[in-house]
């Protein structure tokens, strides 16, 4: 059975796991900022998993990565590591985690677009119709809920989306040739001496007036969504294509404004369900069309 196709193949379990990961991350980030200010998030959560990863590519005596291979290492770091965190949480000090949410679906245009550029995937046209239906819904659905009203924070998560297709596609490239969970441990981990170091310069003065919820946030954004998430949705890209894994993302803002109104007692409207359920379509049937003509 094509492993493109099949309902259950290893790539789209790998990848739909990993969104459920990433579809908490940003609330999980508006909870860490309620007690850190960006700067300190951004460092500390790459430190975080910098560290688990420093540990588990020397207990498994990985290989160093060659020279060919760094520059797309620090293209994953700039994107996923910093970039997309930090702009993200940038963006939440601007607006609400519900609004940063629905901007996450264009994340396959994004990732997809990417994949094209690098030469990783060419789907048929009707794919990219569906693709485009389907971040319409998501840009109707900002917009329904206000979504242009903040500009600064809009900004914020439009460049972080397109920086962060960019950091998924070419990870994708990547983890072929040296696995999924390699390409992020590695590309944390040669990262650690700068996030590490950026940490300690940017650490609260005063830590007694945190709160619990802040270090669970950042707890979640260090471990799950720095490493576990990226493990498996880089799994799920190079078994199942940049292109067909990629719109599985469209799924990801109504899994994280669910979760947002379980952590962070926000509304799930109607109208909500319905996108929902467009946005659903969508991801059908951009995956039937994700393969090559």
Same mark, same amino acid.
């Given at each position: !059975?094509?492993? /493109?196709?099949?309902?259950?193949?290893?790539?789209?379990?790998?990848? $739909?796991?990993?969104?459920?990961?990433?579809?908490?991350?940003? #609330?999980?980030?508006?909870? =860490? @900022?309620?007690?850190?200010?960006?700067?300190?998030?951004?460092? +500390?959560?790459?430190?975080?998993?910098?560290?688990?990863?420093?540990?588990?590519?020397? +207990?498994?005596?990985?290989? %160093? #990565?060659?020279?060919?291979?760094? !520059?797309?290492?620090? &293209?994953?770091?700039?994107?996923?590591?910093?970039?997309?965190?930090? @702009?993200?949480?940038?963006?939440?000090?601007?607006?609400?985690?519900? /609004?940063?949410?629905?901007?996450?679906? %264009?994340?396959?245009?994004?990732?997809?677009?990417?994949?094209?550029?690098?030469?990783?995937?060419? #789907?048929?046209?009707?794919?990219? &119709?569906?693709?485009?239906?389907?971040?319409?819904?998501?840009?109707?659905?900002? *917009? $329904?809920?206000?979504? $242009?009203?903040?500009?600064?924070?809009?900004?914020?998560?439009?460049?972080?989306?397109?920086?962060?297709?960019?950091?998924? =596609?070419?990870? =994708?490239?990547?983890?072929?040739?040296?696995?999924?969970?390699?390409?992020?441990?590695?590309?944390?981990?040669?990262?650690?001496?700068?996030?590490?170091?950026?940490?300690?310069?940017? =650490?609260?003065?005063?830590?007694?007036? &945190?709160? %619990?919820? +802040?270090?669970?946030?950042?707890?979640?954004?260090?471990?799950?969504? !720095?490493?576990?998430?990226?493990? @498996?949705?880089?799994?799920? %890209?190079?078994?199942?294509?940049?292109?067909?894994?990629?719109?599985? /993302?469209?799924? /990801?803002?109504?899994?994280? *404004?669910?979760?947002?109104?379980?952590?962070?007692?926000?509304?799930?409207?109607?109208?909500?369900?319905?996108?929902? *359920?467009?946005?659903?379509?969508?991801?059908?049937?951009?995956?039937?069309?994700?393969?090559?003509?």
């Amino acid at each position: !059975m094509n492993k /493109q196709t099949s309902p259950f193949s290893p790539g789209l379990v790998s990848g $739909f796991l990993g969104v459920v990961v990433f579809s908490a991350s940003l #609330p999980a980030t508006k909870l =860490a @900022l309620s007690g850190f200010d960006p700067h300190f998030l951004t460092f +500390a959560r790459a430190s975080l998993a910098g560290l688990l990863s420093l540990v588990i590519v020397l +207990a498994l005596r990985q290989s %160093l #990565p060659h020279m060919s291979q760094l !520059m797309s290492l620090a &293209i994953v770091s700039a994107c996923g590591i910093i970039g997309f965190p930090f @702009l993200t949480a940038q963006a939440l000090n601007y607006i609400s985690s519900a /609004q940063s949410l629905v901007f996450t679906a %264009l994340l396959p245009l994004t990732t997809a677009i990417f994949g094209v550029i690098l030469g990783e995937s060419h #789907p048929k046209p009707a794919f990219w &119709i569906f693709s485009v239906l389907g971040s319409v819904c998501v840009a109707g659905f900002a *917009l $329904f809920k206000g979504g $242009f009203g903040v500009m600064t924070g809009n900004l914020y998560m439009l460049v972080a989306v397109i920086i962060c297709g960019y950091g998924y =596609a070419e990870g =994708a490239r990547l983890s072929r040739k040296m696995g999924g969970w390699q390409v992020i441990s590695w590309a944390l981990a040669l990262t650690l001496p700068l996030s590490l170091s950026l940490a300690f310069m940017c =650490a609260p003065h005063n830590w007694s007036h &945190i709160p %619990l919820k +802040a270090y669970g946030g950042l707890f979640y954004v260090g471990f799950f969504s !720095m490493w576990i998430g990226f493990f @498996l949705w880089y799994r799920g %890209l190079s078994k199942g294509g940049i292109a067909s894994i990629g719109q599985l /993302q469209l799924l /990801q803002p109504f899994m994280g *404004l669910s979760i947002s109104a379980l952590v962070l007692h926000e509304v799930i409207s109607p109208i909500m369900v319905v996108v929902s *359920l467009a946005v659903v379509g969508c991801v059908a049937g951009a995956r039937h069309f994700s393969k090559s003509s």
